[in-house]
């Protein structure tokens, strides 16, 4: 696991700048991608590393497990619920649930909208050595329950729908590891917050 959270990290930094069990489905074919690729100039400025496991890891129809989650805020306001999938065929198969505007409807949840998946695999083009996610537009919502401040997230849920009509879904459980959360640099703040 520690060494599956800087592998996820390096690549989370790298598609924002640039931009547990085993599998038991088939392997990681490419997503088809009819989307441009979007320009990205955000900087990661908060990384949190989340312990457990995916009770449900689906990737348009096909079923996986999962090495970690990650929820990583960019210094634009876009934030990304990424997904290190458990592919043995794959080791940089990365699900992104990606939106803007999340919202906190108390001190122990979050909702974030998503307009777009990140799709990262093996055969994706490499920018400094690492692969870049191609960008597949979506709606869906995340909710976490915790918070980070607390150091304690108790579970995520994300359901999206692409442009092309495949569905993701993740339900991501905590095993009570208390969440690791890195400051990597300073930004405003982009969370619809009632309680401030």
Do not use: W
């Not at 949190?48 to 496991?53: E, Q, V």
């Not at 974030?112 to 191609?134: E, F, H, Q, T, W």
Request: with cysteine; proline share 7%; glycine share 6%.
């Amino acid at each position: 696991m520690r060494l599956c959270r800087p592998i996820l990290a390096a690549t989370l930094v790298s598609t924002l700048v640039a931009l547990a069990s085993p599998c038991f489905a088939e392997s990681s074919a490419p997503i088809p991608i009819n989307n441009p690729p979007a320009q990205q100039n955000a900087f990661v400025d908060l990384l949190a590393l989340m312990s457990g496991h995916c009770r449900t890891l689906q990737v348009a129809g096909r079923t996986f497990a999962c090495k970690t989650v990650a929820y990583a805020h960019g210094d634009g306001g876009r934030v990304n619920f990424a997904v290190a999938v458990d592919d043995p065929s794959d080791d940089n198969h990365v699900v992104s649930f990606s939106g803007e505007n999340g919202k906190r409807a108390d001190d122990n949840s979050y909702e974030l909208p998503i307009d777009r998946m990140l799709l990262n695999s093996k055969d994706r083009p490499k920018v400094d050595g690492l692969p870049v996610p191609a960008e597949q537009t979506s709606t869906g919502l995340c909710r976490q329950t915790g918070n980070f401040a607390a150091r304690k997230v108790t579970d995520v849920t994300c359901s999206a729908t692409d442009s092309e009509g495949r569905k993701y879904e993740l339900l991501f459980v905590s095993d009570g590891t208390p969440v690791s959360v890195r400051r990597i640099r300073q930004s405003a703040p982009s969370i619809q917050d009632p309680f401030k």
